[in-house]
Nanobody, 127 residues
Framework: QVQLVEFGGGSVQVGGSLTLSCEAS?????????MAWFRQAKGKEREGVAYIDTKGKRDYADVVKSRFTISQDGAKNKVVLQMNSLKPDDSAMYYC????????????????????WGQGTQVTVSS
C-alpha cells in the first residue's frame, strides 16, 4: 500500500511563492507510476494541477502553466511542486496522489485513476 505525506503548505501574499513536497513510501522497486497534485477549494470540486510519471512525462492545468513546476527527486519517490506568482484563486487544499502505471493526458481531468492520496496541505494566498 502506497502512503503519501505532503509538506510545505502555508500562507503567502499575492505574487509570492511556495514549494510543496510529497514523499511516497510503499512502492515496489521498478514500478511504473504517475504522481500528481490536485487541489480543492472550499465549495468546489477537486481539480488536477500537475502530474509527472516515472518516465518524466509531465503536464499542467492551463490555469497554472508557466507558474507552477512539478519535478521528482533522484529516487523518484518524492515529488515537488514549485508554485510561483501565486494568486488568490490558487488558495485550496492541495493533495498528492498516485496512480499505477504511467500518466495519460486525461489524468488531470479525473480523480478516478488515482488510488492513493495524501492527507492534504493548505495553501492560502491573500491579497
Amino acid at each position: 500500500q502506497v502512503q503519501l505525506v505532503e509538506f510545505g503548505g502555508g500562507s503567502v501574499q499575492v505574487g509570492g511563492s511556495l514549494t510543496l513536497s510529497c514523499e511516497a513510501s510503499g512502492f515496489t522497486p521498478d514500478d511504473w507510476y504517475c504522481m500528481a497534485w490536485f487541489r480543492q477549494a472550499k465549495g468546489k470540486e477537486r481539480e488536477g494541477v500537475a502530474y509527472i510519471d516515472t518516465k518524466g512525462k509531465r503536464d499542467y492545468a492551463d490555469v497554472v502553466k508557466s507558474r507552477f513546476t512539478i519535478s521528482q527527486d533522484g529516487a523518484k519517490n518524492k515529488v515537488v511542486l514549485q508554485m510561483n506568482s501565486l494568486k488568490p484563486d490558487d488558495s485550496a487544499m492541495y493533495y498528492c496522489a498516485v496512480a499505477d502505471g504511467l500518466c495519460y493526458s486525461w489524468y488531470l481531468d479525473t480523480t478516478a485513476e488515482f488510488n492513493s492520496w495524501g492527507q492534504g496541505t493548505q495553501v492560502t494566498v491573500s491579497s
